[in-house]
């Protein structure tokens, strides 16, 4: 990929649109593929996990061009390690890094060499986390295995285990918002959907969870490249309240639609549209699907 | 009857004043009550109330819901604000399961396609090689997953659309996604080419391959390999790792999972996200473009897929051990492994580097030639520069069309630079001492000059900006 870049698009756009704006240059910071960011409305600001420097940076909401980021969380105080994934709770200002079989939690306005104000890990706590999201409404931290990524180790941590070499159940796991330390979960998605859900979103005046789902991704790392080219991916919608073996609400883009390789997810509850991007088709697609919202 | 019916009449009035009266009172008691008459044991003077009056009773259901009233004066506008990410409307959380839709709703909202589709369709050239044996130029393509063919003299008239290349090779056979080096075998005119971060495979084909189809041969590399060069000499090709901040180096012949042949990582390199690689084989050095972000990782574990010269990985990373340097060029013996300091490295604030993404060496002109992604320029240094140091000429500007260059290749026989255009579905082609803001002497384009490039290339997060209305994705 040759050149890493956020670009922002009119919600409706449409074809081979001209981006309205783009954030890309050395100035910013970025480096190869960036796996996650976050919008904070509140604060009007945009979040990014740095990959190598193991840094999150953060720019003004109406950044463009070749610019520095306001902020940028890097140093050996951090513990950040290869961060892919990133959330931010405006309302409670805080920044949440999955990092394997931990979530480090930093404050919103923290800058430069600054220790996470929370962990949590643990064998209770049933981590990996590949990626976060948070609902601020219900006060809830949500984690997705990204089981694919878990496989490879990616993260750094052990390969499927946890901190106390259990063996980590992919799943999605909601923890209360302050979870610290080696907290349980309060619920636990599993089964064959959940377990391999991967970026996340949250609707929380609803209490609704869209996740992209990518069953059998092999990451193409070893050359298997079998069921790579498959029509298998979709979002899977689930709610906060779902607990155990719970097949999602409603799946948008697919199973055997159109998604062969989904990456990230955003939702637009005012038209209830459901974005998500599909590295394959190398394209975003927009979906209406106001029944997913209610 | 009459009487029955003033008496009535009095009767009512009688009630009607006596509820007025106790109405009063209790309104009085109450104000009085809610006003604070009496707080912290002092008494305080009651507010004194106009013309209210109570004017019905409405009785509280026995099993019913309270409503929580919404505090006076709240902004609505202000709590949607505080629903993070994506609401448009008022910040009330649900607290129970919502049903289950049907299973004819669920399918009928699985099977709905999409109301809107953000893809570039036009071919992006990310990176480029120049084959003067035989009149070609071959493009990794990234928007389609291709590699195209070109012939050299192709120049795309200024009415046409676009021009079409001679061969492609395209398709789910390939493993070609993000295709972001190439090299041309000179002899053979064997394509070469390396996927970035998705698939970690140098693909091999026949130099008349064409289609929908596997390649001749394939090489398993470390992930994230970016640039790529051959050491003729030697037979050899030297591969960035962006990931690894390392150059790994094969035999050329090398295939599926044969081990590198040569290692160079480690911190005295100064690598930091390694870019572009170009080999000078007249003094048998190497540059290596750098755009800055690194880590530090301890050597130690099991040997990556069983080789001993495979780049220490991610997994071996120091927490919180990152760090950004400024984007620089270093020089290297090429037979260089392990953890060497480089000979040379241009860097500071004078180069005008940014993001310097490909690299290609003049050996007999002693130039080094950079193309810089977001600076949209080519830099040339010479060879043997060193620190922070001006590039001895620039190209940049409207009528050179050059726009995220993201590769940059000479062709030593005809003298030309050429530069992929990422930005601008173009490659456009010099005399090899331009510099300024010169008219391309050739141009091929993918698509018209006023069609955006949106420059989509693995899209990956995405988020929406609610005070915008617009959708961020990033690559």
Same mark, same amino acid.
């Given at each position: 990929m040759a050149h890493p870049q956020i670009a922002a698009f009119a919600r409706l756009a449409n074809g081979g649109a001209k981006p309205t704006r783009a954030i890309a240059g050395q100035k910013t910071l970025f480096s190869r593929t960036i796996h996650d960011m976050a919008?904070?409305? *509140?604060? /009007?600001?945009?979040? @990014?996990? +740095?990959?190598?420097?193991?840094?999150?940076?953060?720019?003004?909401?109406? %950044?463009?061009?070749?610019?520095?980021?306001?902020?940028?969380?890097?140093?050996?105080?951090?513990?950040?390690?290869? &961060?892919?994934?990133?959330?931010?709770?405006? @309302?409670?200002?805080?920044?949440?890094?999955?990092?394997?079989?931990?979530?480090?939690?930093?404050?919103?306005?923290?800058?430069?060499?600054?220790?996470?104000?929370?962990? $949590?890990?643990?064998?209770?706590?049933?981590?990996?986390?590949?990626?976060?999201? @948070?609902?601020?409404?219900?006060?809830?931290?949500?984690?997705? +295995?990204? +089981?694919?990524?878990?496989?490879?180790? #990616?993260?750094?941590?052990? @390969?499927?285990?946890?901190?106390?070499?259990?063996?980590?159940? &992919?799943?999605?796991?909601?923890?209360?918002?302050?979870? /610290?330390?080696?907290?349980?979960?309060?619920? *636990?998605?599993?089964?064959?959907?959940?377990?391999?859900?991967?970026?996340?979103?949250?609707?929380?005046?609803?209490?609704?969870?869209?996740?992209?789902?990518?069953?059998?991704?092999?990451?193409?790392?070893?050359?298997?490249? #079998?069921?790579?080219?498959?029509?298998?991916?979709?979002?899977?919608?689930? +709610?906060?309240?779902?607990?155990? /073996? $719970?097949? &999602?609400?409603?799946?948008?883009?697919? &199973?055997?639609?159109?998604?062969?390789?989904?990456?990230?997810?955003? *939702?637009?509850?005012?038209?209830?549209?459901?974005?998500? #991007?599909?590295?394959?088709?190398? %394209?975003?697609?927009?979906?209406? $699907?106001?029944? %997913?919202?209610? | 009857m009459a009487h029955v019916i003033r008496a009535w009449r009095t009767l009512r009035a009688i009630r009607f004043l006596v509820l007025t009266a106790v109405l009063a009172t209790t309104t009085h008691v109450i104000v009085s009550w809610s006003a604070g008459a009496v707080q912290n044991g002092a008494v305080r003077q009651t507010t004194v109330i106009g013309g209210e009056r109570l004017v019905s009773v409405e009785p509280l259901a026995e099993d019913g819901e309270l409503c929580v009233p919404e505090p006076v004066g709240v902004d609505r506008q202000l709590i949607a604000s505080l629903v993070p990410q994506q609401s448009g409307s008022a910040g009330v959380a649900t607290s129970s399961t919502p049903s289950r839709p049907s299973e004819a709703l669920r399918s009928e909202v699985a099977k709905r396609k999409p109301a809107g589709t953000i893809r570039d369709p036009r071919n992006a050239f990310a990176s480029l090689v120049v084959d003067p044996t035989r009149n070609e130029v071959v493009f990794a393509e990234e928007n389609n997953f291709s590699v195209l063919v070109y012939d050299r003299l192709e120049n795309t008239p200024p009415r046409a659309a676009l021009s079409e290349p001679k061969r492609i090779i395209q398709g789910e056979n390939t493993y070609l996604e993000f295709a972001c080096g190439v090299y041309v075998d000179p002899p053979t005119g064997d394509v070469y080419v390396i996927n970035n971060d998705t698939l970690n495979w140098m693909t091999v084909w026949d130099r008349n391959a064409r289609g929908n189809v596997k390649p001749t041969r394939k090489l398993h590399t470390p992930m994230a390999t970016f640039g790529i060069a051959a050491d003729e000499e030697n037979q050899e090709l030297l591969l960035t790792v962006q990931d690894d901040h390392a150059v790994v180096t094969f035999k050329k012949n090398a295939k599926e999972l044969e081990a590198p042949v040569r290692l160079l990582q480690g911190p005295k390199t100064r690598m930091a996200d390694p870019h572009g690689i170009a080999v000078d084989p007249k003094t048998g050095l190497i540059y290596v473009t750098n755009w800055g972000t690194v880590n530090e990782r301890q050597a130690g574990g099991p040997p990556r897929f069983g080789h001993a010269l495979w780049p220490i990985g991610r997994n071996n990373n120091i927490p919180g051990s990152g760090r950004f340097e400024p984007p620089s060029i270093t020089v290297y013996r090429k037979d260089a492994s392990g953890d060497v300091a480089p000979l040379r490295v241009i860097q500071g604030p004078k180069t005008g580097l940014d993001w310097p993404t490909s690299i290609a060496v003049h050996p007999d002109r002693g130039e080094v030639f950079v193309a810089n992604d977001t600076a949209d320029t080519v830099t040339v240094y010479r060879t043997t520069d060193n620190g922070d140091v001006a590039p001895m000429r620039v190209l940049k500007g409207p009528k050179s069309m050059i726009k995220n260059p993201t590769g940059v290749a000479l062709d030593l026989v005809n003298n030309e630079l050429w530069v992929a255009n990422f930005g601008s579905h173009s490659a456009t082609v010099y005399p090899v001492d331009a510099a300024g803001d010169p008219v391309p002497k050739r141009v091929i384009r993918s698509g018209r000059p006023e069609e955006p490039a949106p420059m989509l290339g693995n899209p990956h997060t995405m988020a929406y900006d609610s005070k915008r209305d617009e959708l961020l994705v990033s690559n």
């Open positions: 919008y904070d409305p *509140v604060h /009007d600001e945009i979040l @990014v996990p +740095s990959f190598y420097a193991f840094a999150i940076l953060t720019f003004r909401g109406d %950044a463009t061009g070749n610019v520095a980021p306001v902020r940028k969380i890097f140093g050996p105080h951090t513990r950040l390690k290869n &961060p892919q994934a990133v959330a931010v709770d405006g @309302v409670h200002g805080e920044i949440f890094v999955p990092q394997g079989n931990q979530v480090l939690v930093f404050s919103r306005e923290a800058d430069g060499d600054a220790a996470p104000i929370r962990v $949590v890990e643990g064998p209770d706590t049933g981590l990996g986390a590949g990626r976060v999201t @948070v609902d601020p409404l219900h006060n809830l931290m949500i984690t997705a +295995s990204a +089981s694919g990524e878990a496989r490879e180790g #990616s993260f750094g941590g052990p @390969v499927a285990t946890n901190g106390g070499g259990r063996r980590r159940v &992919p799943a999605i796991r909601i923890f209360d918002r302050m979870a /610290d330390g080696n907290a349980k979960p309060l619920r *636990v998605i599993t089964g064959s959907f959940a377990r391999d859900a991967w970026l996340m979103t949250t609707y929380p005046e609803k209490g609704i969870i869209f996740a992209v789902v990518r069953p059998g991704n092999t990451g193409g790392l070893e050359g298997d490249i #079998s069921g790579r080219y498959q029509l298998d991916d979709y979002v899977g919608v689930w +709610s906060i309240f779902d607990e155990g /073996d $719970v097949a &999602p609400r409603f799946t948008i883009g697919g &199973p055997n639609l159109l998604l062969k390789d989904a990456r990230g997810i955003a *939702v637009d509850p005012k038209s209830k549209d459901v974005m998500v #991007s599909d590295k394959t088709l190398n %394209a975003v697609f927009r979906f209406h $699907v106001p029944e %997913a919202f209610n | -």
